[in-house]
């Protein structure tokens, strides 16, 4: 039996949704979705498929089993909730919303169970990942200390003016805390543990004539099994250097510099390599998508929610949005 798929968005990131459909045994693309009259005829053209120009239009039309949203993020929740409603499967790209009460209005939408969603933290697939994480869990560590993350990438005026929604707060819910990092927020709180409290600011550093969001951020976090995490995050730097996050447990301090390097308090030293990609997506997009858009495509018959799912991702936008809320104190429209 074939599922059929629809991808609604077809900008940057929508190209590792269709390589993944593409390469899926039993899944079709069905159809593509997009408000931009020139994307969606390259879309068109491209994969064979009729296009549309909103989402209730191609539900209707051609029924999809599954759709990919790749939209900008104030499209984000309404589309998926609308989807839901209709017993559609979703894989929503990052972040789960761009306000703290359109990802609750997700959550909910999600827990009524009228159909499977998934949000793309596909970072928590990588090999790296997935090895911190089970030798963490194991206990033959220790306890976690703390930890340390940070991600120092570049983005030039060109980046924000060609596609003007990501330096708004209206449609992008804030810039680099939204955008680029809040994978590496993700991987945070889900290796460390709960975040519950978080002391931070962001600010504009180096692009205040181009976006009105933040290029720079920074917080301290505490988590709920006592330990403590910081953080800082940049596009100001002059290239995209690679992600680092540090874990240090009783027994070892795990670092990750692409590979995971774990070096053991008796001297012995663990590298687990990172796979490369192949695809044709950004090399900063990481490794993963294709494994999550497989696995939740595994996981459509599992009566149980996909393991990545709205309220796991709510986690993230309310430690971004907490950082917002302190560091904007009079703008309430940066912070809801």
Not at 235 to 258: I, Q, W
Request: with cysteine.
């Amino acid at each position: 039996m074939t599922t059929t798929a629809a991808v609604i968005g077809c900008g940057d990131v929508s190209a590792v949704h269709l390589e993944a459909v593409a390469k899926l045994d039993g899944a079709a693309l069905v159809a593509v979705c997009d408000s931009d009259p020139q994307r969606l005829s390259a879309a068109e053209a491209a994969h064979g498929v009729p296009g549309f120009t909103d989402h209730l239009s191609l539900i209707e039309a051609v029924q999809p089993d599954v759709v990919h949203i790749c939209t900008p993020h104030d499209q984000h929740a309404s589309i998926a909730a609308d989807c839901l409603e209709r017993g559609v499967g979703v894989i929503l790209e990052k972040p789960l919303a761009h306000t703290l009460a359109e990802g609750r209005r997700l959550v909910e939408a999600a827990e009524a169970g009228a159909a499977k969603i998934a949000v793309c933290f596909q970072n928590r697939y990588n090999a790296t990942s997935q090895a911190l994480s089970a030798l963490l869990a194991s206990g033959e560590l220790g306890a976690i200390l703390g930890a340390s993350a940070t991600v120092m990438w570049q983005r030039s005026a060109e980046y924000y003016q060609s596609r003007p929604w990501r330096g708004s707060w209206s449609r992008g819910g804030g810039g680099l805390m939204m955008n680029q990092a809040v994978h590496t927020v993700d991987l945070l709180q889900w290796l460390v543990g709960d975040v519950v409290a978080v002391s931070g600011n962001a600010s504009t550093r180096f692009l205040g004539g181009t976006i009105e969001v933040e290029d720079t951020a920074e917080f301290v976090a505490q988590h709920v099994n006592g330990a403590r995490s910081a953080f800082y995050a940049t596009v100001a730097n002059a290239f995209n250097a690679p992600v680092t996050l540090d874990v240090v447990t009783e027994k070892a301090v795990l670092s990750l510099r692409g590979d995971l390097t774990v070096s053991h308090a008796d001297g012995r030293v663990d590298v687990v390599p990172e796979r490369t990609s192949g695809s044709a997506g950004r090399s900063y997009w990481g490794v993963s998508h294709e494994l999550l858009i497989s696995d939740f495509y595994d996981r459509l018959a599992d009566p149980e929610p996909f393991w990545i799912s709205p309220a796991e991702a709510e986690k993230s936008l309310r430690i971004i949005k907490d950082v917002y809320r302190q560091s904007y104190p009079e703008s309430v429209h940066r912070v809801s």
